[in-house]
């Protein structure tokens, strides 16, 4: 069900993007495909895909350890998309040899309470004013 993203998955990426309840960005598509592209095209954007229908995407800065999105489509929330989707960043950075992964969002949302659960600990505020969170990696055998 996890597959890396393609460019032919950026119009419905876009779409969970403005489908969201809570934390839904304002870009333009053209925007989104100039700011997400290079993270598509290097790798380093996972989807969830059910019989060739994305219901989420995680991507993340190799260079940084900054998960930058993590999108679920409201009709598959609760199912562990997300949190198989944030997985597999978190694997995907511990393999290019980071030691912690970072996020950030922001203050009262499911998304706070799905890292926290998940073992992310809250390590400041960001320069936009959202919670910022960072999670040790470790190997797995």
Request: glycine share 12%; charged share 30%.
């Given at each position: ?95 290019l040899g980071h030691k912690v992964a970072t996020l950030s969002t922001p203050a009262g949302t499911r998304a706070e309470h799905m890292y926290r659960a998940g073992g992310w600990v ?20």
């Amino acid at each position: 069900m996890l597959r890396k993203a393609t460019r032919g998955d950026m119009p419905r990426i876009f779409e969970i993007r403005r489908s969201v309840r809570e934390n839904q960005l304002a870009d333009t598509f053209e925007e989104y495909v100039d700011l997400a592209g290079p993270f598509v095209d290097g790798g380093n954007c996972w989807v969830w895909d059910e019989n060739g229908d994305v219901l989420g995407e995680a991507g993340y800065d190799p260079c940084t350890g900054y998960i930058e999105v993590l999108y679920v489509d409201p009709v598959a929330e609760g199912r562990g998309v997300g949190r198989a989707l944030l997985e597999q960043c978190c694997i995907d950075l511990c393999k290019l040899g980071h030691k912690v992964a970072t996020l950030s969002t922001p203050a009262g949302t499911r998304a706070e309470h799905m890292y926290r659960a998940g073992g992310w600990v809250e390590v400041g505020i960001d320069a936009v004013g959202d919670l910022l969170f960072q999670k040790h990696l470790e190997r797995k055998p």
